[in-house]
């Protein structure tokens, strides 16, 4: 059975400040992406990473993918208040479009 | 873009009442389209994997006679919640992928509430 895990699970920061969120699993993958929801909202699409090494930018948001270690991070440079809200990395382990999904990750970014 | 439209946004229903729930990808054609749940602050749960003009597939622990669904074309899936029970007030979203991308494309998601 595939295990997505993503830590921290909740996460409280200062506006300016850098953190990290990581995203582990369980099995192999050439399919990671990251998810933002917002309350009561779907899902919006941040990143999609295809390939070991890769590593995609937006905002101030980074994301990298180590199939060899099975592991992504999403990076958060100089949070701002906007980028409160939760994040899901989630895996495509059968290329079939078909995902599992981490717990997600609670940022509230704060004054 | 592909767009993914889901319908409706929210239902109230009541205990034992059955609701449908459209997925349609908008400009693109999808003969595969998958169904998630996700309850309060938790994540999102593949229910099942609906195929166009096939049976769908759902996932472990997931009724498929309470879960009906159908994907009578290329362009819509039906999902229906038989006799409803508030235990299944959720958030369900639908996805479908989009062949020349690599990801699936999300819709709005429906607030189920059972009363």
């Known amino acids: 059975e595939l295990k997505v895990e993503q830590n921290p699970l909740f996460l409280s920061m200062q506006e300016g400040k850098n953190y990290t969120i990581y995203c582990n699993y369980s099995t192999t993958s050439d399919r990671l992406y990251w998810y933002r929801q917002d309350p009561g909202k779907s ?20 994301a990298s993918l180590d199939t ?5 991070t999403l990076h958060i440079t100089a949070a701002v208040h906007d980028l409160s809200a939760t994040y899901f990395c989630a895996v495509d382990p059968s290329s079939g ?4 999904f981490g717990k997600g990750t609670s940022l509230l970014v704060t004054p | 873009g592909a767009v993914v439209s889901q319908h409706p946004s929210r239902v109230i229903c009541k205990s034992g009442t059955s609701v449908k729930i459209e ?7 999808a003969t595969t389209m998958f169904w998630y749940r996700q309850f309060p602050k938790q994540s999102l749960m593949l229910m099942a994997t609906s195929n166009e003009g096939s049976k769908a597939t759902y996932e472990q622990g997931v009724e498929k006679d309470k879960f009906l669904i159908n994907h009578a074309s290329l362009t819509l899936s039906t999902l229906t919640v038989t006799s409803a029970h508030p ?29």
């Open chain 2, 87 to 115: 235990e299944d007030s959720s958030f369900y979203i639908c996805s479908a992928p989009f062949r020349l991308n690599t990801e699936a494309f999300f819709g709005q998601g429906t607030r189920l509430t059972v009363v």
């Open chain 1, 68 to 72: 060899k270690a099975r592991l992504s």
């Open chain 1, 43 to 62: 899902l919006e699409s941040l990143f999609v990473l295809l390939s070991n090494g890769a590593v995609k930018q937006e905002g101030r948001l980074m």
């Open chain 2, 23 to 29: 997925c349609r990808s908008l400009d693109f054609q």
């Open chain 1, 97 to 100: 479009y078909a995902l599992n």
